[in-house]
């Protein structure tokens, strides 16, 4: 199972951005898929998962309204989109595979910047 997270960038606040995942072989089919972000000094937070079964999603409460998971199986990849983006959403965002209904993560893929600032 490979992960690779891209899409971040700098970005004013009440912005939008689209993270990519892109996973490999047929991970989507087995594998539900999380995104996680660790801001400077603090510990990693889990954001969101999308199921591989059913196609179920779960968001954070704070991201809830603003942030949004999505999956293209052709395309082999898991999309996050964020609006409405604050000061406080500046962290490394990753992606990671693991069970199929988001109980938990075993493999990760390096993560992408994203800086939310005036």
């Known amino acids: 199972v490979q992960l690779q997270a891209s899409g971040g960038g700098l970005v004013q606040p009440g912005g939008s951005l689209r993270l990519s995942c892109v996973t490999s072989?047929?991970?989507?089919?087995?594998?539900?898929i999380g995104w996680f972000r660790q801001a400077p000094g603090k510990v990693r937070e889990w954001i969101s998962c999308?199921?591989?079964?059913?196609?179920?999603?779960y968001y954070r409460d704070d991201v809830k309204g603003r942030f949004t998971i999505s999956r293209d199986n052709a395309k082999k990849t898991v999309y996050l989109e964020m609006s409405s983006l604050r000061l406080e959403d500046t962290a490394v965002y990753s992606c990671?595979?693991?069970?199929?209904?988001?109980?938990?993560?075993?493999?990760w893929g390096q993560g992408t910047l994203v800086t939310v600032s005036s």
């Open positions: 999308i199921a591989s079964d059913d196609g179920s999603t």
């Open positions: 072989g047929d991970t989507l089919d087995y594998h539900g």
């Open positions: 990671s595979a693991g069970s199929s209904g988001c109980e938990e993560y075993n493999y």
